[in-house]
């Protein structure tokens, strides 16, 4: 009964509405953290002032355009569950308890930081790059009291994504659950499950990217669409990296480019002005409100927009990252490589190599690497390039009814092609979408269809083994170092001792008195987190 029950609640759902609240809510937060970073609002008092005009105004937005009460209410049951249940995970990667934890941290001084004061570990990074969801971070930690609740962004968008996707799939494929199943297998990817219990942002801004393409594609070639995810992932795309720019600019030029090439060219502009309209104004909030730090503050100062990855004393990211042998080849040569490799990370990057090794160690590496939410070579799982195999077979047949796919297909090829570092997966998430896009644009086969799903499944089953292995590992080593933690200092501050990791962000999940820069609480017990959660092999 209670089966039935459940069913028929999920039928009535409209999953359009659904994944415009998720959105907007997630969107809603970063914008939020975004006016108290951008004015300098510090104090609590003034916090909560903002917090209620943005509480009124999701409440107007939410009367206005009302949908069925299940639908709501689910909306409200999934983002709360989303929100607490990360409550209870904690940060161990490097990126997340550096500068992307370092916004959260900032905001919830009380006070502007200032040079005078201790920085958080990332302050450079953290100052300089994109913020959509290091402020969507600060709002979950104030709804929840824990600032790992500011991990739930990637989880949250995935469904948006998963949704857009799966309609994308219908477009070609009459089976709605072999579009979901493909849709599922290119959300939840090797580089998603790694970046899911993290503040990594890189799976995130590929959802952005892929709800607001789809929903481009779908306006301009006047199907049903949102408008509303439409603008709030644009602006979440352009506010989360520096490449969120250049991602939208494809999109947009490809989309409008193949409508225009592809249809009526009279009229054009004035048959599309409403959707130009919208990209117009969500294209301002995006890089003078979200965006505001880094793109308008690196304008003002005289600085490349895209400081500091472009300009002058520009910041190399890479060179670091692999051997200069593999880094002096050519863009297909490295993906080539890279892929067609067994998964595996490094410590001393600067002379990694893809390896092709198939030794039981070289495997058992592998799958350790997969846990890691930037796995450097082969990240997208150790049968990524049988799909690309497989995805390649049709790719020179046609089958009717497939323009939209074919469109999305030719967006995606354009930005792994332009991206200069498409050999590493985090960059280029999107990639491991184009064997079942090929596949259900070109070819009538439902066994190719159906056998790279099968191995894309492989893929993320192997990643999800290895990153719960890890989360409980690494989980089970936090707590005890915690209880040690507790036994040294009993009740009194802790200092930490200077570190690139923000451990703050997790110590005052499990309410650890942390001494700050404005609380002189004395005595202090100085604790060396770093040196406790070294895990012994």
């Given amino acids: 009964m209670s089966t039935t029950t459940m069913k028929n609640t999920f039928k009535h759902v409209d999953w359009t509405r659904f994944c415009d609240y998720v959105v907007v809510f997630v969107f809603a937060s970063s ?35 009302r949908t069925g009460w299940r639908t709501a209410l689910l909306a409200v049951a999934f983002i709360a569950a989303v929100l607490f249940g990360y409550g209870h995970l904690r940060e161990f990667s490097y990126d997340g308890l550096n500068y992307h934890s370092a916004v959260a941290l900032l ?15 990332g302050i450079f990074w953290a100052e300089h790059y994109p913020k959509a969801f290091e402020f969507f971070a600060y709002t979950a930690k104030v709804l929840t009291t824990h600032f790992n609740s500011g991990k739930s962004f990637t989880l949250l968008l995935s469904v948006p994504a998963l949704i857009c996707l799966m309609r994308l799939f219908q477009t070609a494929i009459q089976s709605a ?21 993290t503040l990594y942002v890189d799976a995130a801004h590929y959802y952005c990217w892929t709800i607001f393409s789809i929903n481009l594609l779908f306006a301009i070639r006047n199907r049903p669409y ?62 003078a409100v979200i965006g505001y730090s880094p793109y ?15 300009g002058k004393d ?58 890691t939410a930037d796995t450097r070579f082969a990240g997208f799982g150790p049968f990524f390039g049988v799909m690309l195999i497989i995805g390649v077979i049709p790719f020179f047949w046609k089958r009717k009814g497939a323009d939209l796919l074919t469109i999305f297909l030719l967006a995606t090829l354009a930005i792994v092609l332009i991206h200069p570092q498409s050999w590493w997966a985090r960059y280029v998430p999107m990639l491991y ?53 507790h036994e040294m200092c009993d009740q009194r501050p802790i200092r930490l001792t200077p570190s690139e990791m923000n451990w703050a962000f997790d110590l005052r999940d499990d309410n650890l008195p942390v001494a700050t820069d404005n609380r002189p609480e004395q005595p202090e017990c100085t604790v060396n987190f770093d040196q406790l959660m070294i895990m012994k092999k």
């Fill in 296 to 310: 308008i503050e690196n304008i003002a100062s005289g600085k490349h927009i895209f400081y500091p990855i472009l």
């Fill in 177 to 197: 659950r072999a579009a979901f199943l493909a849709a599922a297998a290119c959300v939840y990817n090797p580089v998603a499950i790694g970046q899911l219990t």
């Fill in 433 to 485: 979408a184009v064997p079942l896009l090929i596949t259900a644009a070109f070819s009538t086969s439902r066994q190719q269809f159906h056998a790279i799903i099968v191995f894309a499944a492989m893929n993320s089953l192997l990643s999800a083994a290895s990153v719960a292995g890890y989360i409980m590992l690494k989980q089970a080593h936090y707590k005890g170092a915690v209880a040690a933690v």
């Fill in 107 to 121: 905001l919830d001084r009380e006070s502007a930081w200032s040079a005078g004061m201790r920085a958080p570990g």
């Fill in 314 to 371: 520009k910041v190399d990211i890479i060179v670091r990252q692999a051997s200069p042998e593999f880094l002096s080849m050519n863009p297909l040569h490295r993906l080539f490589l890279s892929y067609f490799s067994v998964p595996s990370n490094c410590n001393a990057c600067s002379n990694a190599q893809p390896s092709f090794s198939l030794s039981p160690e070289h495997l058992r590496e592998a799958f350790i690497a997969l846990h």
């Fill in 31 to 65: 914008l939020y953290a975004a006016t108290l970073y951008n004015i300098g609002i510090y104090s609590p008092s003034s916090q909560r002032i903002v917090g209620l005009a943005f509480i009124v105004a999701i409440g107007i937005y939410g009367y206005f355009f």
């Fill in 226 to 287: 949102s408008a509303v995810q439409l603008g709030t992932a644009l602006v979440l795309l352009v506010g989360s990296k520096m490449t969120g720019l250049v991602f939208a600019g494809v999109s947009v030029l490809v989309l409008f480019a193949a409508a225009f090439f592809g249809g009526e060219k009279r009229g054009f502009i004035g048959k599309h002005k409403v959707v130009i309209g919208q990209l117009a104004v969500w294209s301002f909030v995006a890089v």
